[in-house]
């Protein structure tokens, strides 16, 4: 058993180093080409994640779907959307590489602007609550002035007073009308 590992491991290490070298990558492509005519599909494009986007034919030479091949299957997401529009038949012909340089470069310029969006929001929101904590800060003052006033007696007495007096005289300017 362990003598079998052994073998195992030295399989995998001769294996890793033969995917380096020129000769796997040539045997690579070419498989991938067979590939490729066994089933009637040409590559259109990659994008930067790796992912390659293949357009099939039927037999008679119409173009039938178009499908992603991801880089890691494991990963299946398609991150990038230079190659979206083509994908999901919005666009009759893939992007050509200066459609997808532009459009990686126009990405690029989004998310700037909406990082710098962002850091604008946020200098906002920092100091909308700078300015609600000096209002909340002033309010609370005033309460607690306010709550003086109210217990010191005589100065309610006065504001009571006042309160009725301008109640009493509110009612007698409004009288209803007598009915005839």
Known sequence: MNSLYKIY????ALKSALKSTKLYLRYAQF???LEDQ????????????????YQYYSYYGLPTRREIRFKDDKERIVNDLAYYDWL????????????????YKQEQLRF?????????????MLAFYE???????????????????NTNSEVYAEIVNNSEDKQQSQKDQWQPKSKR
């Open 31 to 33: 498989k991938e080409e």
């Open 88 to 103: 999901y038949k919005r666009i009759e012909q893939p992007p050509t590489e200066e459609q997808v340089e532009l459009f």
């Open 112 to 124: 700037q602007k909406a990082r710098e969006w962002d850091e604008q929001q946020e200098k906002m």
């Open 38 to 53: 066994k089933l009637n599909r040409i590559c259109v494009g990659q994008d930067r994640m790796g992912n390659k986007f």
């Open 9 to 12: 491991l030295r399989y995998q």
């Open 131 to 149: 300015q609600r904590k000096l209002r909340e800060e002033q309010y609370k003052k005033a309460f607690i002035e306010q709550k003086n006033i």
